[in-house]
Nanobody, 125 residues
């Protein structure tokens, strides 16, 4: 069982930056691919970014490419999401997710095994 706790959300203005963090309770996070998803009211959960176990491979959703960066520190069991040039359409609850295994990096929500409670990000225009 892995417990994930997100932090760092808040209310910002268009063009601002935020850094989300996800702290994991796993014995070793290096056994997991990690992802960030978001869900706005009335919309489906959307893939934001994912990172492989070593941090060497990353993937991003089209709407955040060039603005968001995912990273991880396995020694600290932490994953982060640096969000720059935020837009009102980035407003959503952001979720951290973990998928056990080192051979794949899922970009579909149902492929992840564990989820955090989410942190709200609101971008005002």
């Amino acid at each position: 069982q892995v417990r994930l706790v997100e932090s760092g959300g808040g209310l910002v203005q268009t063009g601002d930056s935020l850094r989300l963090s996800c702290a994991a309770s796993a014995r070793t996070l290096s056994n997991y691919a990690m992802g960030w998803f978001r869900q706005a009211p009335g919309k489906e959960r959307e893939f934001v970014a994912a990172i492989g176990w070593s941090g060497g491979r990353t993937y991003y959703g089209d709407s955040v490419k060039g603005r968001f960066t995912i990273g991880r520190d396995n020694a600290k069991n932490t994953v982060w999401l640096q969000m720059n040039s935020l837009k009102p359409e980035d407003t959503a609850v952001y979720y951290c997710a973990a998928d056990w295994g080192i051979t794949s990096i899922p970009r579909i929500a149902r492929d992840y095994d564990y989820w955090g409670q989410g942190t709200q990000v609101t971008v005002s225009s």
